[in-house]
Structure formats: structure tokens, C-alpha cells
């Protein structure tokens, strides 16, 4: 058991953990539909990356806590299990835990697929819930970025490389633009 924001791991190379965001119908015609039975959500926020895919969301304009979309299979689920308030002991060895709801642990309502509990000793409270790790290549759309986007913090600029071919590039608010490049990345050397 992990302690508080303590991640399980951490991804690897091209790779990016998600927190996926609960599915927005659980009613049909009124009658409850069980988590068990309801369709995976295809939505979440990015927690960590790897190096490789950091590099990759740097040159799209993504960040770590971008809200996105991805395809229905995409990934492998990871169970992570945390601790997300301590107890009044800190020295409790957590022994014995007791289910708890999971509404009470956390505050955002988001409990898909989502186990709570709390120590019997010292009142920690204890929440397992599912991750997701895939390729940062199955982002399909980021909201953040079309909303960094809106709001001028960047913006998406057209050139071409010494060979003559389009290049887009990003430009975040307050960088300097520059014209002229000899790099060898294709995202980055962009003449005007």
C-alpha cells in the first residue's frame, strides 16, 4: 500500500498514466445499471509520463493534468492503492482495515470501479482505484490544450524544413519565435 500521491510506478519511455473519469450514464430509463455492467470511460486526466512521452507532449503542446480522450481499448488497467488521509498514529502499522465508501475518502465523485477503507486502529483512510497505462500515441484529443489554446497561452504556427516540407509548430505565450533553425527534429527546425 502506497502512501498519499505515492504513484505505483512510474511509465516508461512513449508511455503515460491516466486516471480515468467515471462514465457519465449509470441510468437507463430510470433503472440503475451496475458499475460492473457499465461501459469504460473513455475520458481522464494524465498523472505521470515517461521521458519519451514527455518530449512528445512538450512539441504537441500537452502537460501533466490535461484532461483526454482516448480509444475504447486503449491501454492495460493498473490497480492503485493509496492511502489518501492519514491516521491520528503515525506509527500505526495499519493491520486491520474495514470497507468504507469510497464518496467519503474522496471529494471529486468520481468512484468508477473505485474501493475505500479505513483503518480500525488509527482512522487512515485507504482508497483503491483503477489507472490506466498506455502509449501517449492513443491520446486522441486533449480539452486542456484546445482550452490553453482558446485563451491565446498558445498557439499553433505553419513552416517548413530545410527540405521544403510543412512543419507545424506550438507556441506558448511568452516564447520567442524563431524563424530560423538548423535542428534536426522536424518539429523544431521551422524557417519562416
Not at 475520458?43 to 512538450?58: H, S, T
Not at 485563451?151 to 506558448?172: A, L, W
Amino acid at each position: 500500500m502506497l502512501k498519499r500521491d505515492e504513484l505505483p510506478a512510474l511509465p516508461e519511455a512513449d508511455r503515460i498514466m491516466v486516471r480515468p473519469n467515471p462514465p457519465v450514464t449509470t441510468t437507463i430509463g430510470g433503472l440503475e445499471i451496475p458499475v460492473i455492467a457499465q461501459n469504460q470511460a473513455h475520458q481522464g486526466r494524465i498523472i505521470a509520463a515517461g521521458l519519451k512521452a514527455l518530449d512528445i507532449m512538450y512539441d504537441n503542446g500537452q502537460q501533466i493534468g490535461d484532461e483526454v480522450l482516448y480509444g475504447q481499448f486503449a491501454g492495460a488497467w493498473e490497480e492503485w492503492d493509496h492511502i489518501m488521509k492519514p491516521g491520528n498514529d503515525p506509527d500505526c502499522t495499519h493491520a486491520e482495515w474495514s470497507r468504507h465508501s469510497p464518496s467519503t475518502i474522496r471529494d471529486d465523485k468520481s468512484h468508477y470501479r473505485c474501493s475505500g477503507y479505513i483503518c480500525d486502529a488509527c482512522g487512515a483512510l485507504r482508497l483503491q482505484e483503477p489507472l490506466l497505462i498506455m502509449n501517449i500515441g492513443d491520446v486522441m484529443a486533449n480539452v486542456d490544450k484546445a482550452a490553453r489554446s482558446r485563451t491565446g497561452d498558445m498557439c499553433v504556427v505553419i513552416g517548413r524544413t530545410e527540405d521544403g516540407k510543412t512543419c507545424h509548430r506550438i507556441i506558448r505565450k511568452g516564447e520567442i519565435y524563431v524563424t530560423d533553425s538548423t535542428a534536426t527534429n522536424g518539429a523544431t527546425h521551422v524557417t519562416a
